[in-house]
C-alpha cells in the first residue's frame, strides 16, 4: 500500500509565497514516474499546476506564469510546490499526485493522490 501525504498550506496576502509538500511512502517503492500538483477551484476542475517526471522533465500549468516551481528528491519520494506571488485565483485545493508508482516485486503501477490542502488568498 502505498500513501501520499501532503503537508503546508493556509491563508495567504495576495504577492505571498507558500510551498506545499507531499511525500510518498509504503513498502518497497522502486520508482514514481512523475510527481505532481494539481488544484482544483470552488466550482472548477482540477486543472494541472505542476509535474516532474523522475528524469527531471517538468511541465507547468498556463497560469504559474513563471511564478511557480516544482522540485522533487527521488530518493526520499518527496515533491515540493513553490509558489510566488500568489494571487487571489491561486485558492483551491491543491493535490498532490504520485503517478506510474513502481514497486519491487509488483508488476502492476500505482496511481496515488494526496488528500489534499486548502490554500486561500485573500483579496
Known amino acids: 500500500q502505498v500513501q501520499v501525504v501532503q503537508s503546508g498550506g493556509g491563508l495567504r496576502q495576495p504577492g505571498d509565497s507558500l510551498t506545499l509538500s507531499c511525500v510518498a511512502s509504503g513498502e518497497n517503492i522502486f520508482n514514481i514516474h512523475s510527481m505532481a500538483w494539481y488544484r482544483q477551484a470552488p466550482g472548477k476542475e482540477r486543472e494541472l499546476v505542476a509535474s516532474?517526471?523522475?528524469?527531471?522533465?517538468?511541465k507547468y500549468g498556463d497560469f504559474v506564469k513563471g511564478r511557480f516551481t516544482i522540485s522533487r528528491d527521488n530518493d526520499k519520494n518527496t515533491a515540493r510546490l513553490r509558489m510566488n506571488a500568489l494571487e487571489p485565483d491561486d485558492t483551491a485545493v491543491y493535490y498532490c499526485?504520485?503517478?506510474?508508482?513502481?514497486?519491487?516485486?509488483?508488476?502492476?503501477?500505482?496511481?496515488?493522490w494526496g488528500q489534499g490542502t486548502r490554500v486561500t488568498e485573500s483579496s
Open positions: 499526485h504520485a503517478a506510474d508508482i513502481q514497486r519491487c516485486g509488483a508488476t502492476s503501477l500505482l496511481d496515488v
Open positions: 516532474m517526471t523522475s528524469g527531471g522533465m517538468t
